[in-house]
């Protein structure tokens, strides 16, 4: 399907892909922190610029077109690297490492300055998208996936920068559809509630019931 790369890799070379990336996008994770709050002169701020400009054109001699898409080997292991949410290679990404206990989907994440909407607090936009991401993982981890169709979210009161939860579970399904329901919590109070109904796509739902391994599987 358009945006599934296979890649014929080895475990251990997964894993080498892993330690070599992820470091770089920490890194970059710093480095936007970084540059929202830098107070130095203006030499020093003309230095850095020079600096991440010579980085760029490094990183850029060598690059995959468009976007990372979804890799997987063909055991059904999937990487989904350049998710905004959850990549591993996306500086973007918080990033979430969404786990799963029983019925419960979750993440506990710090949520950093470059997040801010309101003041000291995270934007609305960001909570959006991660419990997108969330509900959307425990409707894969309940083996009834989907992309999410409708997300409906009601922001009970502001949620702090700083070390949040965001978790989901599975209400109900009928049919093609899943009905997700998620939260998030911060000091052990809900500050948003959030409810989804994600749907498994005519063209996944076209292709019966041998649909390529990994396709629905979670990303790492
Ligand atoms: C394959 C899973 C991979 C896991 C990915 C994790 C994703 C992470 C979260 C995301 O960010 S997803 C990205 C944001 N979402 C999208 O871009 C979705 C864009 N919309 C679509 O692709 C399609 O509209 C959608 C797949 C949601 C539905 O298209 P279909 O052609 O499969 O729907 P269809 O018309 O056949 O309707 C099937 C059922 O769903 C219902 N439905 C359709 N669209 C809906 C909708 N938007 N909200 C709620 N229900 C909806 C529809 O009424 C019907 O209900 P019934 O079965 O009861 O008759």
Do not use: C
């Amino acid at each position: 399907m358009f945006g599934h790369v296979m890649e014929d890799l080895t475990p251990e070379e997964i894993a080498a892909a892993s330690q070599l990336y992820a470091p770089l996008a920490d890194r970059v994770r710093e480095l936007v922190a970084a540059t929202v709050l830098t107070e130095v002169p203006a030499p020093d701020v003309a230095k850095a610029i020079q600096l991440i400009e010579e980085a760029t054109a490094l990183l850029g001699t060598k690059a995959v077109e468009g976007s990372f898409g979804v890799r997987w080997t063909p055991d059904g292991k999937r990487r989904t690297w350049g998710n905004a949410i959850v990549g591993l290679r996306n500086p973007i990404a918080p990033p979430l490492d969404i786990r799963q206990r029983g019925d419960l989907t979750y993440a506990d994440v710090v949520i950093g300055p470059q997040y801010e909407g309101p003041p000291t607090l995270v934007h609305g936009g960001i909570i959006a998208a991660m419990l997108d991401q969330v509900l959307g993982d425990a409707a894969v981890n309940a083996g009834v996936p989907g992309m999410t169709g409708t997300l409906r979210i009601r922001y009970n009161r502001g949620t702090p920068l700083g070390p949040i939860r965001v978790q989901s579970a599975v209400d109900r399904v009928e049919g093609v559809k899943t009905f997700v329901s998620g939260q998030v919590i911060v000091d052990d109070a809900v500050t948003v509630e959030a409810e989804g109904i994600f749907i498994l796509p005519k063209a996944v739902r076209d292709l019966g019931d041998n649909p390529p391994p990994g396709i629905l599987a979670p990303g790492d």
